[in-house]
């Protein structure tokens, strides 16, 4: 017999597992399956975050460099769907609602069945007219989805009712009615611990038990907000600690799969990947969460564990490089499938046996953000040329975002342009495009991860900068990315990388300011409450200054300061990386001098 089992979760940070030297987390099944399996120490994710990564599983190739958040394109593989027209059963179970919004609608019917469970993270579920009643927090998040998520937490005050207990229930259901069937590949998606940390007593009971140690016993801190750190230090570990309470459940989600493996046989004649999308920061380098920075290695190096009945390898670790976009071409190869040719990753089980590295190097990135690379040892971060972060265009034909469609006015300006070599003869519609987040706040970055594992030097190094963005010329000329991204990160699109491409010593003073974690806030109210103050409330003359105008060029502009009248300068550089710990405190001077004139 031939099946396969994916059990997947999201946002599981490698640093908080165990079998990756991880200490004080309770997760005795991950260690158990180190045990059964083979973890790989140079995994890296690719597109992020959500839904670009499945894109990855599904098409076997990098997508970030051409559009956004989005769903499966017309001339889109998908591996499940290759699977179920090669005769091998696909069936999803998951609980991530971005499956049904719309930037995610084209994914879960490419299997032949699917089941999907409803509640996590603010998913428009349940329906109530009146307000909750909202509990203290620490976390500034607010507005509709905040709304939802307390509803929804109502209709599930115990564990088996919660969404990913009902997801792995109904997994386990299908590998027990197909026990005896061949030629099947189930998908178990769980979208915690995914932010926000909802787990229940009994995970909370090994890091808080009864509370104790609480920085404020009344104030909720399950969901960060994706921001700079403005708490101290025992509201930072709370948080940390409703995430490993969260990662305790998952533990146990993945001893039921275990168990039912160990009861039924499976290992015998069935693959099992676990697997995650990517990580998080939880107040590491002074940031909450992912998105507005690089992609650091909290972030983008991820766990796997890898059962492949063939070779019977466990309880080993692996040097190898591989990525996101090799777990497709794992399955098809598995099953015995032929891969499409516009897939660029490669199956993994051969891997395992040959001496040599199935790739170089890795690339990933998110769309409009830094374009990264790794060889295994170094990663190079490449930032935009310029500061405008331009040109930028989405390319695709299927135009909606996360959870809304594309506006008339983005596709004012929107025309067709000839296919990629991947798009299948089909054009694609180009239309102009922002980023959520301008790489220039953080420069470019080159770290070596056998030195600097926590990657807090970065490295100018001319040689090894050319080597590496040599490297990443390669990888962005094999994805046919487009003319618009070499202009961008200042690369040549044809020829050879020379001195006048790099970038890392001319911006590494920015670099260098840029990874200064801010103050925290109970720090500026004592020694400089005037950053605490409303914008509206402070002197306008204090924003002439040049000094502002240099190192928060934002608050220089009336426009700007009238929109965010009623936010702090604090508030906004939490929010803006623009406003780094340096230039919070050259506006402090200049408007507590501004203040002493009046």
Not at 19 to 24: I, K, L, S, T
Not at 198 to 216: C, F
Not at 346 to 373: D, K, Q, W
Not at 547 to 563: N, S, T, Y
């Amino acid at each position: 017999m031939t099946r396969a089992v994916m059990l997947m979760f999201d946002t599981l940070n490698r640093r908080f597992l165990p079998p990756y030297g991880a200490e004080g987390i309770h997760a005795p099944n991950f260690t158990r399956l180190a045990e059964r399996t083979v973890r790989f120490e140079n995994c890296y994710a690719g597109s992020m975050p959500c839904m670009p990564a499945r894109r990855e599983i599904h098409t076997g190739r990098y997508n970030f460099l051409h559009r956004s958040w989005g769903p499966l394109e017309p001339f889109d593989d998908s591996t499940p769907q290759l699977l179920s027209e090669s005769g091998v059963y696909a069936h999803l179970v998951t609980d991530h609602q971005h499956y049904w919004e719309d930037g995610g609608a084209t994914y879960h019917n490419r299997y032949d069945t699917y089941e999907l469970f409803r509640g996590q993270e603010g998913d428009p579920w349940k329906g109530h007219v009146r307000d909750p009643e909202m509990p203290q927090k620490v976390s500034r998040r607010a507005g509709k989805t905040v709304r939802q998520d307390r509803i929804n937490r109502t209709y599930y005050p115990t564990e088996d009712l919660h969404p990913q207990t009902q997801t792995v229930s109904a997994g386990l259901e299908f590998i027990h009615t197909n026990a005896a069937e061949d030629s099947w590949f189930l998908q178990i998606e769980c979208f915690d611990p995914h932010e926000p940390f909802v787990s229940y007593p009994r995970h909370r009971q090994w890091y808080r038990p009864d509370g104790d140690g609480d920085a404020d016993a009344d104030a909720e801190f399950d969901w960060p907000d994706y921001a700079r750190v403005a708490e101290e230090p025992a509201v930072v570990e709370q948080a940390r600690d409703e995430y490993r309470a969260l990662l305790t459940m998952c533990d146990t989600s993945l001893g039921r799969v275990l168990d039912t493996f160990d009861e039924l046989g499976l290992w015998e004649d069935t693959l099992l990947i676990v697997c995650t999308d990517h990580g998080l920061l939880l107040g590491e380098r002074g940031w909450w969460g992912k998105n507005v920075q690089p992609w650091y290695d909290e972030n983008i190096h991820t766990p796997l564990f890898l059962w492949d009945p063939r070779t019977g390898r466990s309880g080993e670790s692996v040097e190898h490089l591989v990525q996101t976009v090799d777990f497709g071409p794992t399955l098809l190869e598995y099953f015995g499938i032929e891969r499409p040719v516009d897939m660029q990753g490669v199956p993994i089980g051969p891997t395992l046996a040959a001496t040599a590295p199935a790739r170089e190097a890795g690339l990933f990135g998110s769309f409009g953000g830094h374009v990264s690379i790794t060889d295994g040892r170094y990663v190079y971060m490449r930032a935009c040329a310029t500061e405008e972060n331009e040109p930028l265009f989405e390319h695709t034909l299927m135009p909606t975002h996360m959870a809304s469609r594309f506006t008339p006015d983005e596709l004012r300006d929107a025309e067709l342009v000839s296919p990629f070599t991947f798009t299948k003869g089909v054009p694609v519609l180009r239309t102009p495009a922002r980023a959520g987040a301008n790489p220039a706040d953080f420069g470019t970055l080159l770290f070596d991860l056998h030195t600097d594992p926590d990657q807090r030097t970065p490295l100018v190094d001319a040689e090894l900068e050319r080597r590496m963005a040599t490297l990443l010329v390669e990888q962005l000329r094999v994805a046919d990315a487009p003319s618009s991204q070499y202009e961008r990160l200042g690369l040549p699109e044809t020829g050879e990388v020379g001195d006048e491409h790099l970038l890392a010593a001319r911006q590494a003073p920015r670099a260098r300011e840029a990874a200064a974690a801010l103050p925290t806030r109970a720090h500026v109210a004592r020694n400089a409450s005037e950053l605490l103050a409303p914008l509206g409330d402070l002197p306008a003359e204090a924003f002439a200054d040049p000094v502002v105008a240099r190192r928060a060029p934002m608050l220089a502009d009336p426009a700007f300061r009238r929109d965010h009248a009623a936010t702090s300068v604090y508030d906004l550089a939490l929010t803006h990386p623009m406003i780094t710990a340096e230039a919070l405190e050259a506006v402090g001077d200049v408007v507590r001098g501004s203040r002493a004139m009046a």
